[in-house]
């Protein structure tokens, strides 16, 4: 049975004296208030749905971007986390046995570098539509600041590995940032 809202809206419903619209073994609850008529139109709002399925009916979790923020980031740590790796065993074999440094866009570091983009894309991405921004906007305004962002940072990736291959490493200031282009 159907329990209704005082303060439901029924439009089109037509007024029937429940006195004779209602069988008289009927209990006194909600049926004996409401005529059958004006439940059968109101269960047609609704069709045969129960309370929690109306309730779902009005807040959809479709693609939550909760979890797409969390899936980005867990994705975003572990590939930075093996491109840091990968470039620090890289420096160590250097300095063992002088094995050169560049270049830097093999296979074994493109891979953790291009999910690291794809993370924090998907990151940003997700956090931006939680503040309302739509999806496609979202995704696509996190792609190209991410792009931005890891280009830069693989050009002075690639600078630092040149100075160090010729010897003339030197402290990076990153107060300057006439030396980051």
Same mark, same amino acid.
């Given at each position: ?21 209602? %069988? ?8 004996? =208030?409401? @005529? ?27 693609? @939550?971007?909760?979890?797409? &923020? ?14 840091? *790796? ?8 250097? *300095? ?6 560049? %270049? ?29 921004? $739509? ?16 280009? &830069? ?9 040149? =100075?160090?291959? $010729?010897?003339?490493? *030197? ?11």
């Amino acid at each position: 049975m159907i329990r209704l809202p005082a303060a439901l809206p029924l439009w089109g419903a037509v007024p029937v004296d429940t006195a004779s619209a209602l %069988p008289p073994d009927i209990d006194n609850g909600i049926a004996s =208030q409401v @005529p059958q008529v004006v439940i059968e139109q109101a269960s047609d709002f609704f069709g045969d749905l129960n309370d929690a399925e109306i309730l779902l009916e009005y807040a959809r979790f479709d693609s @939550p971007p909760y979890v797409l &923020a969390g899936v980005g980031l867990a994705i975003a740590v572990l590939c930075g986390l093996t491109f840091s *790796k990968l470039v620090q065993d890289r420096l160590e074999a250097w *300095k063992q046995d002088r094995l050169p440094l560049l %270049p830097l866009a093999r296979r074994e570091t493109m891979l953790p570098y291009i999910g690291l983009l794809v993370g924090v894309t998907l990151f940003i991405g997700a956090s931006l539509q939680v503040f309302g921004f $739509a999806a496609g906007a979202a995704l696509l305004v996190a792609f190209l600041l991410s792009l931005a962002t890891a280009g &830069a940072l693989w050009v002075q990736l690639v600078r630092l590995m040149q =100075q160090v291959e $010729a010897g003339n490493f *030197k402290a990076v200031d990153f107060d300057n940032f006439d030396e980051f282009f």
